[in-house]
């Protein structure tokens, strides 16, 4: 599940968000490196993670994952009701 991940999935995303926003690459690696670490080491959420690194949080939208949830969902269904053998 996505939530035992307490949010770390996103640790790329966040990266690629903050170079686009204009973050020096080496600042924005350093960022998320450490609230990924952090994230680890206490069991903290990414995100309570990034905020304590001193990270602005506003422009991060992580629902935009779930924009085709429904294709996704659908794509396990089939690959749960084939059957055995079948690709």
């Not at 990034?50 to 969902?73: K, T």
């Amino acid at each position: 599940s996505i939530d035992r991940t307490r949010g770390l999935v996103f640790s790329s995303i966040v990266l690629a968000d903050f170079l686009r926003a204009g973050v020096e690459r080496e600042k924005a690696y350093r960022v998320v490196q450490a609230a990924a670490d952090r994230c680890v080491a206490s069991g903290q959420e990414f995100a309570a993670a990034l905020r304590m690194e001193g990270a602005d949080l506003d422009g991060l939208r992580p629902e935009r994952f779930l924009v085709h949830h429904d294709v996704i969902l659908g794509r396990l269904a089939a690959l749960r009701d084939a059957p055995d053998g079948a690709e």
